[in-house]
Structure formats: C-alpha cells, structure tokens
C-alpha cells in the first residue's frame, strides 16, 4: 500500500483515467465495427467521418498508437471506397 498522499491520489487518478480510457477505446471499436457493417456507400462516408475523429482522439491522447491510428484509418478508408 502506498505511504505517501500524493502516491494515494496518483493511484486515484490512474483507475479513472484508465477507466475513462478504456471507455472511449470500447466505443470506437463499437463505431468500427457498425461502420463495417454497414453496406450504404452514402451512409458509410457520414460514418467515415465520425469514426476517423474517434481514432484520432485516441492517438491524440495516447491511447492508442499514432501508427496503429494511420492504418485502422487506412483499412477503413479502403473499405468504404470499395462500397
């Protein structure tokens, strides 16, 4: 157990950051996959949209990593031009 006050409040503030995290991860993947499911060109390029911002907020604030961001946006835009 942690000794000190600032170790305790750190530890506070890592689980709601980790949590708040674990969140926004949880609904971009859940926006992915709706966009892949998704068979309307028009629909899916309103989604494109939407679901490129969410993965850039992620590199953004590191939660994912800015190459792993590149290349989901990549597949994705491949995707939809394909429709």
């Known amino acids: 157990m942690a000794n000190h006050k600032s170790a ?12 708040r995290n674990k969140y926004q991860h949880k609904t971009t993947r859940n926006a992915i ?3 892949r499911e998704t ?3 028009s629909e899916a390029q309103a989604l494109y949209v939407e ?5 850039d907020k992620l590199a953004k604030r ?5 190459n792993k961001a590149s290349n989901m946006k990549s597949k994705l835009a ?3 031009n394909t429709l």
């Not at 890592?14 to 949590?19: D, G, P, Q, S, Y």
């Not at 679901?51 to 993965?55: E, H, K, L, N, Q």
């Open 8 to 19: 305790l409040k750190r530890i506070r503030r890592n689980e709601v950051a980790r949590l």
């Open 33 to 35: 996959k709706k966009l």
């Open 39 to 41: 068979e309307d060109k």
């Open 51 to 55: 679901v490129t911002s969410m993965i």
């Open 62 to 66: 590191n939660i994912i990593h800015d």
């Open 78 to 80: 491949k995707f939809v």
